[in-house]
């Protein structure tokens, strides 16, 4: 029997700038809103309506069998009156009125890591053959309690989000929804989950550990995994946050470990989407794999000169784009890594 593939076969996307993978790439490519009535404020209805775009979009059959569905969130559910607790059966009961299938529901609301490891965990559950699919990704609903969170950080840049600017003040509070179809040995698929690792720094609760060794240690991890060398790396989809200590410390590890490699950050556009974050990276990877081209990190003006990146600015990037590293990076030294391919 061969190796098994992780396949990604569907994508469901629920975005200010349109809810499909097409019109959230043309807003990134060129910065420019090609707005979609946005009015989906209500998170379980985010959840269930694009868990089942993502169904949709891999026409899979849910009906009369046991499905399972990994929801990433951070502090987007402080904007619904849903009590946590009760989350699951109210997931639950939605998706299996829609469907007529059973649903497990897992969720992880490991703060901004929440997506990306309900992602690594979808991948984990595939690949040992518990499930032939996992619906998976993450939704992040902005909130006062997000914001005024961050401002007692303070690292909210009130004009604009800039990655690895040399004047970069702090993050952007984003929204949004993106959740995928994992699926073992999955045809037709849009793009294929070559692995995933996890590491945590157990430094400081909101600090990241200095040296980034954890963050390196996390990508080696999943080199090693896929079976891949720095060199296969074509591209870096990067946490990018715009704060000083986190900019400087990705920066920091990835000039380490990568020579010369194309690096864009889509915080700069959508912001940052807290728990749903890995979700929007790994469906930036996705359309960088569809269009052959690397979105420019919006608002950088000047790179910081203590970063040797090759970052792309101003405009996109035409590339053969192979194989895609995506960061993510959480409250409480959480790193979650994936790497998505052909």
């Known amino acids: ?29 060129s910065g420019k809103d090609f707005s979609e009535e946005y009015h989906e404020k209500q998170f379980v209805k985010v959840c269930i309506t694009t868990a089942l775009a993502a169904l949709q979009d891999a026409r899979l059959r849910t009906s009369n069998r046991v499905n399972c569905m990994i929801l990433g969130t951070g502090m987007g559910i402080s904007s619904e009156r849903t009590i946590p607790f009760q989350l699951k059966r109210i997931l639950r009961k939605g998706l299996e009125e829609k469907t ?26 595939v690949h040992a053959g518990k499930y032939d699919f996992v619906v998976a990704g993450g939704v992040e609903l902005a909130s006062e309690i997000m914001q005024n969170g961050f401002k007692r950080l303070n690292c909210i840049d009130e004009e604009c989000c800039r990655p690895f600017d040399k004047h970069r003040k702090g993050i952007r509070v984003g929204e949004g929804a993106a959740f995928f179809v994992i699926q073992r040995n999955g045809k037709n698929s849009i793009g294929e989950l070559l692995g995933q690792a996890v590491t945590n720094d157990a430094y400081h609760i909101v600090s990241p550990e200095p040296e980034g060794k954890y963050i390196e240690r996390a990508i080696k991890l999943v080199l090693e995994r896929s079976n891949r060398k720095p060199a296969d790396i074509d591209a870096v989809v990067a946490h990018g946050t715009g704060t000083k200590q986190n900019d400087a410390i990705e920066a920091r590890v990835l000039g380490k470990l990568f020579e010369n490699i194309y690096v864009t950050a889509p915080k700069s556009r959508i912001g940052h989407t807290g728990g749903a ?66």
Not at 10 to 28: I, Q
Not at 101 to 107: K, P
Not at 314 to 335: M, Q, R, W, Y
Request: proline share 3%.
């Open 277 to 342: 974050s890995g979700a929007f990276g790994l469906l930036t990877a996705l359309g960088m794999l569809r269009y052959q081209k690397i979105p420019p990190i919006h608002h950088l003006q000047q790179l910081d000169e203590n970063m040797k990146l090759r970052v792309v600015q101003k405009e996109p990037e035409e590339s053969a784009i192979h194989n895609v590293l995506i960061d993510c990076f959480a409250f409480g030294g959480t790193n979650t890594v994936l790497l998505c391919g052909h």
């Open 100 to 125: 007529g299938g059973q649903w497990n529901i897992i969720i992880i609301a490991n703060a901004c890591c929440a997506a990306a490891q309900a992602i690594a965990y979808a991948y984990d559950l």
């Open 1 to 29: 029997m061969g190796a098994v593939r992780v396949a990604i076969t569907g994508a469901g996307v629920s975005t200010p700038f349109g809810n499909s993978l097409e019109s959230y790439w043309r807003s990134l490519i």
